[in-house]
């Protein structure tokens, strides 16, 4: 087995705002191997994509890493200088973001924008790195890849342009690519291809991956392993199989229910997960899902559970106090919907 | 799904060979250099008291159908006809009258509402705007109306900014409800918000139509959603209805190679399902400026002949209609 060369401990995340600062990713902690993928799922700001951009440092003036560290290589990327992270991103760590669309620089070609990238850092000459750019392209699948490497992104549709976006995170063969919902704006025939490509460009070139999205198909086909956040938490994590048989978190369980299943009868209705996602200045005591679990307890309310795993030395671990706790006392009073 | 038979329904809604070009244009002068063939022949009946979905890409012209019905966008050929009369033809005063029973949800919640009104008066325009009611039951409708969708009459005096994208969305539905309309065409209602308040919309518009004996025409993309909500789907591609069945059959049974490719190319919340064997389709959808010739799904279709690059398949079948020379099954 190989070591894991990403090791992210207690990392906690904040930016400074007009009303005080707000702790957008309170503490997440995962450790990758190569050419392993690791999903990290949750809805609209429950901090997945805060996760993936400290990652990169590209937080902006206004965000900074407060705790934990970020183990990459053997070197700390919390304590690395500016030039240092330069080196880094795109080139050992590379990111495609989720809008194919505004990613892509409307005024600079195909080529323009990758060429940028191989030239910074991999310094060929001129024309051998338009050949790379060329060979970058087909290898992703673009039609006519010479003459396309001329187009401006207008011309391309949306598929095409995350596969330019792809071929230019892969090009300086990244040990890391995090995907940040690459194929959301995408339809489900093309996100199938995209999702294709990134399987076959995952095993053969070994590259990690960290996927983020909200979507739990797209997890159960590309994950080893998942990260579930709420609310700047994770609340819990497992391979994939165990995470989709057997979930644990409430929250875990309400998400899978949710999702109107294609071979489920569509007589059944829909679980739905009452309420709404906390924001973040108006965070719930204790157990941050306490508001909207139908089986909170008194204590939910009150007292944070931590993040332990289910049985000792396991690498299921849960953030609920159900799981920890004397698993017969009575709940409280199942609560009736709320309003979302 | 009801037990009587399609013929012997009564059909609410037809819509006979509609299309809807707009033009693109070049030039100082605007020239109109060619046109965009956003629905090019759809034709569609809808019963009253069914949800009636239609599915496809971004492209395939199933918001234009949309906007069409309602006339949002008057179509440019063919006819929608609504209780037995033809929308294209009544004048402005009528067109309004007919409004009220076909009503429209937007996709958008966070640009649909107006951010400078209160969702109390929001709520009422459409009943002030079609003065149906009187001056002093607007204000106990518009409390009904809320606890309906599942608000409360203290949200009121409250601007969109203060909502949740799933309560934006709960005030248009009960923006197009108020006037207790028979047909509300609900235009990708779900798909910008997150999965769990996905649910609890899906499960709000399920229930209104029973207590209300609504008729939905829905539109979406995702398949899930659709299968969750609709008695009858109509599969798109390029402006055309490729495949039209009831839900099961269309999921058990897909004739269309396109029905099929998209209900492969669904992302299976199960892991042990991801090394299933299935068809990935290549390449994107054609232009519909200039779609290619015979059946337009051709170029991405891997049964295709000769005769499909040559000649358009008609739409056949009676309960399970689909436009296919070689269907599938």
Redo the contacts between chains.
């Keep these: 087995m190989e070591k894991n060369f990403l090791e992210v401990d207690k990392l906690q995340t904040a930016f400074q705002t007009d009303k005080g600062e707000v702790i957008s990713v309170e503490e997440v902690s995962f450790q990758l191997r190569p050419g392993e993928t690791i999903g990290i799922v949750g809805?609209?700001g429950c901090g997945k994509s805060v996760t993936s951009l400290s990652l990169m440092r590209l937080l902006g003036h206004s965000g900074v890493i407060k705790k934990g560290s970020i183990t990459f290589n053997g070197r700390d990327l919390t304590k690395a200088t500016e030039a240092e992270m330069r080196s880094i991103r795109g080139n050992e760590i590379s990111m495609i973001f989720q809008e194919p669309m505004t990613s892509l620089n409307p005024v600079f070609t195909v080529g323009n924008q990758m060429l940028e990238l191989i030239n910074l850092h991999m310094k060929l000459p001129a024309k051998e790195a338009r050949a790379y750019a060329v060979e970058m392209l087909t290898k992703v699948g673009i039609p006519r890849a010479s003459e396309i490497i001329d187009e401006y992104p207008h011309k391309l549709?949306g598929?095409?342009r995350q596969r330019v976006m792809i071929a230019m995170a892969l090009s300086c063969k990244p040990k890391l690519l995090i995907a940040d919902e690459p194929t959301t704006a995408l339809?489900?025939?093309?996100?199938?291809?995209i999702?294709?490509l990134m399987k076959k460009l995952r095993d053969e070139s070994n590259t990690a991956i960290m996927i983020i999205s909200?979507?739990?198909?797209?997890?159960?086909?590309m994950?080893d392993k998942v990260i579930v956040m709420y609310a700047g938490q994770v609340v819990e994590e497992a391979d994939?199989?165990t995470l989709?048989d057997d979930p644990k978190h409430p929250y875990t369980k309400?998400?899978?229910d949710?999702?109107?299943?294609?071979e489920h009868d569509?007589d059944q209705?829909?679980?739905?997960?009452?309420g709404?996602?906390p924001t973040i200045h108006n965070m719930p005591k204790g157990c941050r899902f306490h508001t909207r679990c139908q089986y909170a307890t008194e204590k939910c309310a009150h007292e944070k559970p931590p993040l332990l795993p289910i049985q000792p030395e396991s690498d299921h671990r849960v953030r609920c106090w159900l799981q920890q706790d004397d698993p017969h006392r009575a709940p409280i009073q199942p609560r009736t919907?709320v309003?979302? | 799904m009801s037990l009587i038979k399609s013929d012997e329904r009564t059909p609410l809604l037809e819509v006979q060979n509609l299309k809807k070009y707009f033009p693109i244009k070049k030039g100082i002068i605007s020239r109109t250099v060619g046109q965009v063939k956003a629905v090019d022949g759809l034709n569609l009946t809808i019963y009253e008291g069914e949800t009636i979905s239609l599915v496809g890409e971004s492209g395939c012209g199933k918001s234009t159908t949309g906007r069409a019905i309602v006339q949002l966008d008057p179509q440019t050929e063919g006819k929608v006809i609504f209780k037995g009369k033809e929308l294209s033809t009544l004048s402005s005063m009528e067109l309004r009258k007919i409004r009220t029973d076909l009503q429209i949800i937007f996709q958008d919640p966070y640009s649909s509402l107006n951010p400078r009104k209160r969702i109390g008066d929001l709520l009422a325009e459409p009943l002030l705007a079609h003065k149906l009611t009187d001056k002093s039951e607007v204000s106990r409708k518009v409390d009904d109306i809320l606890e309906i969708v599942g608000l409360s009459k203290f949200h009121k005096s409250r601007y969109p900014h203060e909502f949740s994208g799933g309560q934006r969305q709960r005030i248009g539905i009960a923006r197009a409800l108020i006037l207790q309309p028979k047909l509300i065409v609900c235009d990708e209602p779900v798909s910008a918000l997150d999965v769990s308040i996905q649910a609890q919309v899906l499960n709000l518009l399920k229930d209104l139509q029973k207590e209300f004996q609504l008729t939905y025409l829905f539109i979406a993309h995702g398949l899930g959603v659709v299968k969750y909500i609709s008695d009858r789907i109509a599969v798109m591609y390029l402006g055309k209805i490729v495949e039209l069945a009831k839900t099961e059959d269309i999921f058990k049974n897909p004739r269309h190679p396109y029905t099929q490719a998209l209900l492969h190319a669904y992302p299976i919340p199960n892991p042990h399902l991801r090394s299933r064997e299935r068809i990935v389709m290549e390449g994107d959808v054609p232009s519909p400026a200039n779609p290619p010739k015979g059946c337009s799904f051709h170029a991405r279709c891997p049964l295709a002949q000769d005769i499909c690059r040559s000649q358009a398949p008609a739409l056949q079948g009676d309960e399970h209609t689909v436009a296919c020379h070689f269907p599938l099954g």
Excluded at chain 1, 258 to 262: D, K, Q, W
Aim: hydrophobic share 50%; no cysteine.
């Design positions: 809805e609209s549709s598929g095409m339809d489900v025939t093309i996100q199938a291809q999702l294709e909200h979507d739990l198909g797209v997890i159960a086909e994950a994939v199989f989709f309400g998400l899978m949710s999702i109107p299943h294609l569509s209705r829909l679980f739905s997960i009452p709404t996602v919907e309003i979302a």
